[in-house]
């Protein structure tokens, strides 16, 4: 997704435990995600925020998407949990508490597929939560979704392991529009009376612009 050969995505769904203290919830979080980079199994570190979101466990309000870049992607999370270069000490500083994890999971990467399409710098995501069915449903509507101009990328993945009550699959869909939180429902009024199979089941979906990116130098 982002400019790496990924074999998952690490997921991370937060509120702020203190909506009056959003500036430091923030410059906590996104020196901590940067910092889950060191180890070198994940790479990338993005942050995105969804406007619309109540900021509840149900329907939070940041995601952050970091590419799992190990050959087997169920691998990643623990070895850099048990790095030396996992910020274990960021713990102890108390804008920490101001982080409340909502949704923890690594999935691994299914299928991607590109529109093709000269593409501008990555302005959000529309994220897809969902069960049920199997993988072809799914590539065709993403198929359909990229064919309207809306997004210039879709991939999809399959959990490893999650907290709590995690889905069974994740898709991502990435866009440059100007207002991110349109596309999706653009594109939905671009493909018209289709919708995806109706085998599958969605459980969270929503649009995020981006916040924060941070890429280590290569």
């Keep these: 997704m982002f400019g790496v050969m990924r074999t998952g995505v690490r997921l991370v769904m937060t509120n702020p435990a203190d909506p009056r203290r959003v500036e430091d919830y923030a410059a906590w979080y996104d ?12 790479a990338n570190a993005f942050r995105f925020e969804s406007s619309a979101a109540a900021g509840t466990e149900d329907d939070p309000r940041f ?5 799992i870049v190990t050959s087997d992607p169920a691998t990643a999370w623990p070895q850099t949990l048990g790095s030396p270069q996992y910020p274990t000490a960021m713990f102890d500083d108390p804008q920490s ?24 710098r990555l302005s959000g995501v529309h994220i897809a939560l969902t069960d049920g069915a199997d993988d072809t449903g ?3 509507w993403a198929a359909r979704v990229l064919g309207t101009g809306q997004f210039y990328a879709a991939s999809r993945f399959r959990l ?12 991502i869909w990435e866009t440059d529009q100007p207002d991110p939180r349109a596309a999706y429902a ?16 969605s459980r969270r979906s929503a649009d995020f612009h981006l916040v924060t990116a941070y890429q280590p130098a290569r």
């Design 31 to 42: 020196v901590y995600g940067a910092a889950l980079i060191g180890p070198g199994f994940l």
């Design 63 to 67: 995601v952050a998407l970091y590419d």
């Design 97 to 120: 508490k101001l982080v409340a994890p909502a949704f923890r999971a690594s999935y691994a990467l299914v299928g991607s597929q590109d529109s093709g399409a000269e593409r501008g």
């Design 138 to 140: 799914r590539h065709q």
């Design 160 to 171: 490893i392991e999650g907290f709590p009550d995690p889905t069974e699959w994740l898709e």
């Design 186 to 201: 653009h594109a939905l009024g671009a493909v018209g009376p289709e919708r995806p199979d109706d085998a599958v089941r």
